[in-house]
């Protein structure tokens, strides 16, 4: 799992240099939703904690938009 988050990490950092390149915005509050949506959907699937696997991945998120001691860092979400 860790190699996994280490190349999507590397992956991340990729996009957003070209993103900047090329003008475009660093964060799409849409495309994170659509992100969030996803894997809270894939980890029910799979029997696990949909509200666990999307505060996971919005921390892994946010540390690729603004990375080290200033990640953006939002409220989690809360198990229903």
Known sequence: MVRLMGKRMHLSRQ???LKAGQG??????EREQEILERTAS???HNG??????RNMFLLLLRQY???GDNAIVLPLARPK
Do not use: G
Request: proline share 10%.
């Open 24 to 29: 475009m915005a660093l964060h799409s509050p």
């Open 42 to 44: 894939l980890a029910q």
């Open 15 to 17: 996009a957003l240099a």
């Open 65 to 67: 938009v603004e990375p």
């Open 48 to 53: 696990l904690d949909a509200a666990l696997v």
